[in-house]
């Protein structure tokens, strides 16, 4: 049986509970808890975290240790792009003013049939449809 989904984690989630412990030891804390949900991604957050996590930050993480995280991360649901996804994320940004690639990351969400997104990327309690946004690092 699939795995389903409850909530959907963004790329810097990812980046905190991987690198974070040193520069940002309680945005990896709440990072790290995040791990423990339900919690599903796309394939454009898989990419997104490999390229940041082995090039960006103050010390990148190994090849080996990216890829070890790529093979936990990839066990999760994860929407594939298609071009569906490239046709709503393009009517996400008209309709809600935000990015392309934040229109990805919403239209991926809402195929995963999601109802809370993880993000430092959009506004604290934003409704899109049926999905809130969270930054889960407010206030810190």
């Known amino acids: 049986m699939l795995n389903r989904a409850k909530v959907f984690l963004d790329t810097s989630i990812l980046i905190y509970a991987a690198n974070g412990k040193t520069r940002h030891p309680q945005k990896h804390e709440i990072a790290k808890g995040l791990l423990t949900t339900q919690f599903g991604l796309s394939i454009l957050v898989v990419t997104e975290f490999y390229n940041q996590i082995t090039s960006n930050g103050a010390i990148p993480l190994s090849k080996e240790t990216a890829r070890d995280w790529l093979k936990f991360l990839i066990r999760k649901p994860c929407q594939d792009m298609d071009s569906r996804i490239v046709m709503k994320a393009l009517e996400h940004q008209d309709h809600h003013n935000i990015s392309h690639s934040n229109g990805l990351i919403l239209a ?33």
């Open 108 to 140: 991926s969400a809402e195929r995963l049939g999601v109802t809370t997104l993880y993000s430092e990327e959009f506004t604290h309690e934003m409704v899109y449809g049926d999905i809130t946004t969270i930054n889960p690092f407010m206030g810190q």
